[in-house]
């Protein structure tokens, strides 16, 4: 039977399989090749999402963890401050702003909203905005008088005045400018417990008496000052020097230092601040120094700030001034403090046990300029995050 002879010929159909295995497999790749991309652009995204997310929550606490006393605290309600750009290591950068909230009456407390914005490197990549809101404490515990006291009160020479509680700017660097924002008042020069005794009275001025005794303090509530005490102002310290009781520390001064950026270094244990010298970026840094022993306050050196001698239960471990040290805020020590030179102290002390002031005219001026700064410019006034819903992420 004749058959025509294309129906013998089968040479196209491996051309035809050939031709659909190419599509089947281009397909394949295209495929591929579409969802790596898929893979490629989401990981990118989340790396994007990821490093703006963590930039802006560094920006804020970066804020925190920086702050500026000087700076921040006297912003008025509602301004605003920028910080930034600031840009990481890996790329990522935030730009942050801290808004004043609240109003200028409100001294003892004041709100702050801190809004940071995170981007990663590279254009177009989106951002992620977050914002918190913090309170800083703004202590009024200081002060009753020049010294508060518990134990004995030693002062010679009799004919020099020693204590004031009269109000007194510190002198030179501390000008009209640095002390404006503190209306002078004027206190007792010594307040004391029914355990005192003070050998020379005449050597003390103050307003409205010279001395006031406070039958109920004692060596322990003499550290008490409402919310705050001496355990709780131990954990603010700036700068802790571990040396022991016992054992005694001398310090020479404070030898104040700047970051490579030109910023105050507060991690230089030898900064206590540059009170005598306005022009520096330290002038305003006013750290919390504690030494757990002896401390020993030597040359012609100064140092401002806050400063706790003693550890959290011992009574044996006191401060002395020996030699022509000026030292600006104020002075809480668990034994005792004693003179014997011509140190000056402008601010205040509490001394739970004896004041001891001999040779050469050493003298405690009660300054409120002195003691105000050393609390507004302090790590007491830094602000915390307020509790429970405190953060939140805009966009």
Known sequence: MWVPARLHDSGGFALAMAVFALVLLAAVVAGGYFSASQEFQIGRAMKSLTTSFYAGEAGIYDVLENWEPAVYNWIAPWETLTVGPVTFEGGGTYISRVVRVGSAADSAKRYFYIEAVGRPRGPNLGERRQAALARARFPTFCCDAAVKVHDDVTLKPANQPLIDGGNSDPPGAWSSAACALYPPDSLPGVIYSSSTSIDTVEVISGWPSATVLDPSLTR????????????????????????????????????????????CNRDDPDNWGAPEDPSHPCFNYFPIVHVTGNLRLVGAGSAQGILLVGGSVDNDSDARFSGPFDFYGIILTKDDLEFDGMGNLYGAAFVAEDLEMVNVKPRVYYSR???????????????????????????
């Open 220 to 263: 322990t509530n003499i550290f008490d000052f409402g919310d705050l005490n001496y355990d709780s102002l131990i954990a603010y310290a700036d700068l802790v020097f571990d040396v022991g009781v016992g054992n005694t520390m001398s310090f020479a001064g404070s030898r104040p230092s700047v970051t490579a950026n030109g910023e």
């Open 369 to 395: 300029c002195a003691v105000m700064r050393a609390l507004r410019l302090s790590s007491l006034t830094r602000p915390r995050l307020l509790p429970r819903r405190a953060w939140v992420e805009l966009f």
